[in-house]
């Protein structure tokens, strides 16, 4: 059975930190890209960041650029998200997905809000 598990979602203030974990079990994740997404309220689900099935390649969303780091370790199955300097408008769900050969899994989010 397929999982993707987040956490490490809270609450945070302006410039605070945050490191998401998006914990895989079910398939064999060293061979799937991961990509984080967020969904704000009322708006559409958008694509952060994404990491090769090796690490060796990432991509960011410019919004989070210099930001977010998306890293992952294959012998624990997990991805994760570093996010700095966070902003009010970084508050959203955020999913982790793992891609291949057009199959693709989703986890079932972790809530991140940035307030003062």
């Known amino acids: 059975q397929v999982q993707l598990v987040e956490s490490g979602g809270d609450w945070v203030q302006p410039g605070g930190s945050l490191r998401l974990s998006c914990a895989a079990s079910?398939?064999?994740?060293?061979?799937?890209?991961m990509s984080w997404h967020r969904q704000a309220p009322g708006k559409e689900r958008e694509l952060v960041a994404s990491?090769?099935?090796?690490?060796?390649?990432?991509n960011y969303a410019d919004s989070v650029k210099g930001r977010f780091t998306i890293s992952r370790d294959n012998a624990k199955n997990t991805v994760y998200l570093q996010m700095n300097s966070l902003k009010p408008e970084d508050t959203a769900v955020y999913y982790c997905?793992?891609?291949?050969?057009?199959?693709?899994?989703w986890g079932q989010g972790t809530q991140v809000s940035v307030s003062s």
């Open positions: 990491i090769s099935s090796t690490g060796g390649d990432t």
């Open positions: 079910g398939f064999t994740f060293s061979t799937y890209a």
């Open positions: 997905k793992a891609i291949r050969l057009g199959r693709y899994y």
